[in-house]
């Protein structure tokens, strides 16, 4: 019985040529991805970046500007900000996460003679023993914190190496990924079935919603990030750089990023100003911000909204996030959409459909 309940399952679903080769597809994509992903890693980001600067390669083209112009002219672009980011962005960041390591420990000390002070104004609501077990919480995870950054500047000459690697690979990648785009999928159609009105389809649909969604996180992130720094800057709050940069990129993870990031922002407030007008001006800033990309920006940006249960949009977060990191939650709801779309459009055989 079994048998025959998975034979008949295989020619319902896997009975064309289309269906199969597309498995096959799926299937080396994700090992390729899973075994070599640390190994091409600069070339995966240079495809991602080459796509989210095609559609301004598209804009110039519609406009009759000359396709070679147009990737001329968008790589000019893209190489502007991609060195702003690199020599100027991630080492402000970073040196800002240094000066905040170094300070820890202060905060720490302020923070637990804080709870001291409450649990002695309510030592019914916060007990000697609940501090201990805090402190000692918090105390683990930054001395995990720094075990951390020692390793990693041990291997500071693996680093920079690998950092010239990227600097150099993947703008050169991009660049033949903008220029040469049309020979490179005519190129990975010939290993494909020649009747594909499955596979285009799905393509033509993800192309579609991918572009809009990621180019639309894009500038979601733009315009938190610099709404928030400003905010930050002109409140006078330490750290708004990097500060800044965690809001923004907090709108990657749907309902759960601007949760976690509230707490180091309010906790950096709260350490250089305490209980006080600059701390409440703050608060009131960065929900200010909040409601504003939630109501206003989201909506705009993304006005075809992604059907997707916010479930699956934590659950797609989530897991992609754990195989692939950064990239994988920046694609989250893309990939969700695309296993949905699969789901749906996946074509199926018409015989044997009462048996099942």
Known sequence: MMPSIFRKWIQKYFSSVEAVAFSLLLVVAVLVILTMGHILAPVFTAIILAFLMQGTTNSLVRVRIPETFAVMTTYAIFIGIFFWIALFLVPLAFNQGKLLLTELPTMLHNMQAWLDELHTSYPELITEVQIKEWMATLNGQIGRL???????????????????????????????????????????????????????????????????????????????????????????????????????????????????????????????????????????????????????????????????????????????????????????????????????????????????
């Open 146 to 356: 720094g075990q951390q950054m020692l390793a990693q500047s041990v291997t500071t000459i693996t680093t920079l190496f690998g950092l010239v690697i990227y600097l150099i690979l993947v703008p050169l990648l991009v660049f033949f990924f903008l220029k040469d785009k049309a020979t490179i999928f005519n190129w990975l159609g010939r290993f494909l079935p020649s009747d594909r009105p499955f596979m285009s389809t799905i393509w033509e649909e993800m192309n579609r919603q991918a572009a809009n969604y990621v180019r639309g996180k894009m500038i979601e992130i733009i315009i938190v990030g610099v709404a928030t720094y400003i905010a930050f800057f002109v409140l006078g709050l330490n750290y708004a750089a990097l500060l800044a940069i965690l809001v923004g990129l907090s709108v990657l993870i749907p309902y759960i990023g601007a949760a976690v990031v509230t707490i180091p922002v309010l906790a950096v407030g709260f350490y250089q100003w305490g209980w006080g007008e600059d701390f409440y001006w703050l608060f009131g800033a960065y929900m200010f911000i909040q409601a504003v990309d939630g109501n206003i920006i989201v909506p705009l940006l993304f006005s075809e909204a992604v059907n997707l249960h916010p479930i699956a949009i934590i659950l797609a977060a989530l897991v992609f996030g754990g195989l692939w990191g950064f990239w994988g939650v920046f694609f989250a709801i893309p990939l969700a959409t695309l296993i949905k779309a699969l789901i749906y459009s996946w074509p199926r055989a018409r015989f044997g459909e009462e048996a099942l």
